[in-house]
């Protein structure tokens, strides 16, 4: 009924950039927020940045001035923009949106996830 896909992982050098996007699609009302969380190896999943239906976002402090979450709201799609990517930037990320669907009303829905690798 809804999907988020993602996009945008890869392998980069320490000092890149990257750009994640998550696209949210099926019986979607509405979202109420969407954002990004990572997971790297033997550490639990953890909020990277969010937005909310109106603007607000939050960033987690190890990304605060690195970092960038946008919306696109028309497309349902969130964006990630990442800058002075270091090595402990390295997890797979996580999309997650707050939506209101058709059928199930409010629900939590997560991506696939997509990697990203960052080299020394």
């Known amino acids: 009924q809804v999907q988020l896909v993602e996009s945008g992982g890869g392998l980069v050098q320490a000092g890149g950039s990257l750009r994640l996007s998550c696209a949210a699609s099926?019986?979607?009302?509405?979202?109420?927020?969407m954002g990004w969380y990572r997971q790297a190896p033997g550490k639990q999943r953890e909020l990277v940045a969010a937005?909310?239906?109106?603007?607000?976002?939050n960033y987690a402090d190890s990304v605060k001035g690195r970092f960038t979450i946008s919306r696109d709201k028309g497309k349902n799609t969130v964006y990630l923009q990442m800058n002075s990517l270091k090595p402990e930037d390295t997890a797979v990320y996580y999309c997650?949106?707050?939506?209101?669907?058709?059928?199930?009303?409010?629900?939590?829905?997560w991506g696939q996830g997509t990697q990203v690798t960052v080299s020394s």
């Open positions: 937005i909310t239906s109106g603007g607000s976002t």
């Open positions: 099926g019986s979607i009302l509405s979202i109420n927020a």
């Open positions: 997650n949106a707050d939506l209101v669907t058709v059928i199930n009303g409010k629900v939590n829905y």
